[in-house]
């Protein structure tokens, strides 16, 4: 007598198609039939659908005068890069015009940024400590 297969009994390892079939099927029909009711819905509520006529914004009136306010805005630039004026009096500096400035580091040669001689010396640098380095835990 031969002795039954194992595999004889078990199931099939393919899934039944007709659930699927059905199942994509509604999906499908009932997409459609919102696409439709949807499109009906807008056509009924919105029956003239032309686009509005383009329509140019008026000009900003910002300035009274453009040209002649940007002119005077540019020439009290130029005032300003090309004068002398004092920028702290307390502590005597003053701004001098760009060209007399380079003319003065062009002046100093290959040390024309190095320190500035009679210029108070810049303290030295601390170096940081493990403790300043690591951010301290809130309580």
């Given at each position: 007598?031969?002795?039954?297969?194992?595999?004889d009994?078990?199931?099939?390892?393919?899934?039944?198609?007709?659930?699927?079939?059905?199942?994509?099927?509604?999906?499908?029909?009932?997409?459609?039939?919102?696409?439709?009711?949807?499109?009906?819905?807008?056509?009924?509520?919105?029956?003239?659908?032309?686009?509005l006529?383009?329509?140019?914004?008026?000009?900003?009136?910002?300035?009274?005068?453009?040209?002649?306010?940007?002119?005077?805005?540019?020439?009290?630039?130029?005032?300003?890069?090309?004068?002398?004026?004092?920028?702290?009096?307390?502590?005597?500096?003053?701004?001098?015009?760009?060209?007399?400035?380079m003319?003065?580091?062009?002046?100093?040669?290959?040390?024309a940024?190095?320190?500035?001689?009679?210029?108070?010396?810049?303290?030295?640098?601390?170096?940081?400590?493990?403790?300043?380095?690591?951010?301290?835990?809130q309580?």
């Open positions: 007598m031969a002795e039954p297969r194992i595999h009994e078990l199931e099939s390892p393919r899934l039944p198609g007709k659930p699927f079939i059905l199942l994509f099927a509604g999906v499908f029909a009932f997409l459609g039939l919102s696409i439709g009711v949807l499109w009906g819905v807008f056509n009924y509520s919105v029956p003239d659908r032309l686009p006529p383009a329509q140019v914004p008026p000009e900003p009136h910002l300035q009274s005068d453009p040209p002649a306010e940007l002119s005077a805005m540019l020439s009290q630039q130029r005032a300003q890069l090309e004068g002398y004026r004092w920028i702290d009096r307390s502590k005597q500096i003053v701004a001098i015009p760009i060209d007399r400035a003319a003065i580091v062009a002046g100093r040669g290959p040390d940024y190095g320190p500035i001689p009679g210029a108070p010396p810049m303290p030295p640098a601390t170096p940081m400590t493990q403790s300043s380095q690591t951010p301290k835990a309580p």
